[in-house]
Nanobody
């Protein structure tokens, strides 16, 4: 079955960087998109970034454009989220998700599979 495993979360000071990894298994993802979402305490889960596996096309939320970069490594079946210039408001549990590519990749409903999440805490 499809599995998504996130790693790389942790505690970092404001202005610092972290790289999250989402390792995928269980199927070929060539027609899929992989997205990152986050959920802060008391808030709804929100879209962060997505990548279309076949073309490498990327999509970002306005709040992270210019600071975060999503990429993939085909050989390792892994998607990365490089997060730079982190702010306290980036603190959240970050989730990796995968599903057949749709142009609504910003929506949670576009994804069929979810990882367990990894905590990112940015201190001020």
């Amino acid at each position: 079955q499809v599995q998504l495993v996130e790693s790389g979360g942790g505690l970092v000071q404001a202005g610092g960087s972290l790289r999250l990894s989402c390792t995928t298994s269980g199927r070929t993802f060539s027609t899929y998109a992989v997205g990152w979402f986050r959920q802060a305490p008391g808030k709804e889960r929100e879209f962060v970034a997505a990548i279309r596996w076949s073309t490498g096309g990327t999509y970002y939320a306005d709040s992270v454009k210019g600071r975060f970069t999503i990429s993939r490594d085909n050989a390792k079946n892994t998607v990365y989220l490089q997060m730079n210039s982190l702010k306290p408001e980036d603190t959240a549990v970050y989730y990796c998700a995968a599903g057949p590519f749709k142009y609504s990749s910003w929506s949670m409903t576009a994804y069929d599979y979810w990882g367990q999440g990894t905590q990112v805490t940015v201190s001020s």
